[in-house]
């Protein structure tokens, strides 16, 4: 039983998941600045973001094992598919119970925003299979980062904020851009890693299309458009706190060079970790500025 969970857990890719919880804590910090913060709609968001999340990790790993995505000359965490763990067939099942269990949740968020909110929700799930499955993989014909920008940035971002304060304002989806762009710099640290597998798989991601020199520049000038729009809030209003994230330039810095400079695959591994764990601290020093610096 131990074991299986450990198998399970893996396949839900842990460290991908401050891209599901960043989102809601970001919007969340907004409802509270506008007084309108609410735990438990802020809960039910967060439970529906990170069932999408799991949900596109699950569908990732079996349609990538039937693409012929993930082979032996993969360097990376193991995938359960492809090495064995899990089968095939249950590994669809789990996806569809994963992505079942965000639609039921998404209804509770309808509940509480409205109905403008089904199709959003929809459209969510959907392209969580999308991604790596269907007639058309976005993340075969270089649309992941788009994605994940849109999804996992400006849809979480700014649903959550919606849901608690049935409103929405440019700063929040500037924020929610910001977000969105560091989301996408995992996918950017992932696909660097990959390219020469995903080329020979015909997964035409963006780095495989436009090379690797391309990539580290989406990823040096997201990390800076992302650290930008903390004074961009100050700007139109916010007090200096907001400001907060700026202290995580120099390890904006240190993670491109590291992007740039390396050649080992396992080292490349540790960057995208990394880049999930800036998100992280990019996502709680915002969400503090955001509170503490409200106008």
């Given at each position: 039983m131990a074991v299986a969970a450990k198998v399970w857990l893996e396949a839900a890719r842990p460290k991908t998941l401050p891209a599901a919880v960043i989102p809601v804590l970001v919007g969340t910090a907004f409802a509270a600045a506008a007084h309108t913060a609410s735990?438990?709609?802020?809960?039910?968001?967060?439970?529906?973001?990170?069932?999408?999340?799991?949900g596109t990790n699950f569908a990732n790993d079996y349609f990538d094992f039937v693409q012929g995505a993930d082979t032996h000359e993969?360097?990376?965490?193991?995938?359960?598919?492809?090495?064995?763990?899990?089968?095939?067939?249950?590994?669809?099942?789990?996806?569809?119970?994963?992505?079942?269990?965000?639609?039921?949740?998404?209804?509770?968020?309808?509940?509480?925003?409205?109905?403008?909110?089904?199709?959003?929700?929809?459209?969510?799930?959907?392209?969580?299979?999308?991604y790596t499955g269907g007639p058309y993989p976005l993340g075969y014909n270089?649309?992941?980062?788009?994605?994940?920008?849109?999804?996992?940035?400006?849809?979480?971002?700014?649903?959550?904020?919606?849901?608690?304060?049935?409103?929405?304002?440019?700063?929040?989806?500037?924020?929610?851009?910001?977000?969105?762009?560091?989301?996408?710099?995992?996918?950017?640290?992932?696909?660097y890693r990959d390219v020469e597998t995903d080329a020979k798989a015909g997964k035409r991601t963006l780095v495989v299309r436009f090379g690797r020199k391309f990539a580290f520049w989406q990823y040096a000038l997201s990390a800076l458009a992302a650290l930008l729009s903390a004074p961009a809030l100050m700007w139109v209003g916010w007090r200096w706190p907001v400001l907060l994230p700026l202290v995580l330039a120099p390890w904006a810095m240190r993670l491109t060079h590291r992007l740039g400079?390396?050649?080992?695959?396992?080292?490349?591994?540790?960057?995208?970790?990394?880049?999930?764990?800036?998100l992280a601290a990019f996502g709680v020093l915002l969400s503090i500025g955001v509170v503490w610096g409200a106008p």
């Open positions: 735990v438990g709609r802020a809960a039910i968001c967060l439970v529906f973001s990170l069932l999408v999340q799991i993969r360097v990376g965490p193991r995938r359960a598919v492809a090495a064995g763990l899990v089968s095939p067939r249950t590994m669809l099942l789990a996806t569809t119970i994963v992505l079942a269990a965000a639609f039921a949740v998404g209804l509770l968020l309808v509940a509480e925003g409205g109905w403008i909110l089904l199709p959003i929700g929809i459209v969510s799930i959907v392209c969580a299979i999308a270089g649309l992941g980062d788009l994605f994940v920008f849109i999804f996992f940035g400006l849809v979480a971002v700014g649903a959550t904020f919606y849901v608690q304060a049935h409103t929405i304002t440019a700063p929040v989806m500037l924020a929610a851009g910001a977000v969105g762009l560091l989301a996408a710099n995992i996918l950017v640290a992932n696909n400079s390396s050649g080992d695959p396992h080292e490349q591994i540790a960057v995208l970790a990394d880049t999930a764990k800036f």
